[in-house]
């Protein structure tokens, strides 16, 4: 798994923790949740990578 990779995995667990989040209080917004970097930050794989 390179930096890249690593990098988008943790995005993801980062936005299902913060998702699924026990209090409503401290759970993301739907909103809040598409402005999340797994979202806003993705990367796409180089033509070299194809």
Do not use: G, V, W
């Amino acid at each position: 798994m390179n930096d890249s990779e690593t990098r988008e995995l943790n995005h993801f667990i980062d936005l299902l923790e913060r998702c699924l989040t026990l209090n409503p209080d401290k759970r993301l917004t739907p909103a809040e949740a598409l402005r999340h970097p797994f979202f806003t930050q993705k990367t796409y794989p180089s033509a070299a990578a194809r």
